[in-house]
């Protein structure tokens, strides 16, 4: 079994990347966190899990084990499979989704991707004792929120600009110069003004 790939990726797309590791390309399903901190052309080291159906073996890569085991414990629930465990990451950080289990908070749950309410109870239900070493980390709400918030926006930018033509690795490139920002909106015109120097 795989356990992680380390590589360059040749091709970044929103939900997978092509990684070139000794000149074979794997094509690994990623989430849009992940796609945000690799970039077209440099190398990346990704943990993998394998996914066997009858019909395709799918890779899905993860920048840090925290996101990796996440996804571990969401797709051993009902209900949900690789593909929703995926979804849930690319909206909710580990240490995020941890503490909505910690609290219990069921509505808060229900608004990530394709969960209902009953699942939202039995992720609860399931999780709730898996997760108390990290239920008190002295991190503040807030700042994980933020964090989280933050990492939405720069995707959801990123994926803009893409489908404007310009490469991941230069949209990144300009996206270290900006770090005050309030809306997607506004890395976009930042990312198109500096872009457009070039």
């Not at 794997?26 to 440099?42: D, L, N, W």
């Not at 807030?142 to 690795?169: I, P, R, Y």
């Amino acid at each position: 079994m795989i356990g992680f790939l380390r590589g360059t990726v040749v091709h970044s797309a929103v939900d997978h990347c092509l990684l070139d590791v000794h000149n074979v390309g794997y094509r690994v399903f990623v989430s849009r966190k992940t796609c945000a901190h690799i970039a077209q052309g440099e190398e990346a080291l990704l943990y993998i899990h394998t996914h066997v159906r009858e019909d395709a073996i799918l890779l899905y890569g993860f920048f840090s084990q925290e996101e990796y085991d996440l996804f571990q414990h969401l797709i051993g629930i009902s209900g949900i499979g690789p593909k929703g465990a995926q979804s849930i990451l690319s909206e909710v950080t580990p240490h995020d989704f941890y503490r909505l289990i910690h609290k219990k908070d069921v509505k808060g749950i229900t608004k990530l991707p394709g969960i209902g309410k009953k699942t939202a109870e039995r992720l609860v239900l399931e999780l709730k004792d898996k997760f108390g070493a990290y239920a008190d980390t002295g991190v503040d709400d807030t700042s994980a929120v933020v964090s989280d918030v933050s990492d939405s926006m720069l995707a959801e930018a990123t994926e803009a600009l893409m489908s404007l033509g310009f490469q991941q690795n230069e949209i990144q490139t300009v996206f270290q110069g900006k770090t005050d920002y309030q809306s997607t909106e506004e890395l976009v015109r930042y990312a198109l003004s500096v872009l457009q120097r070039f």
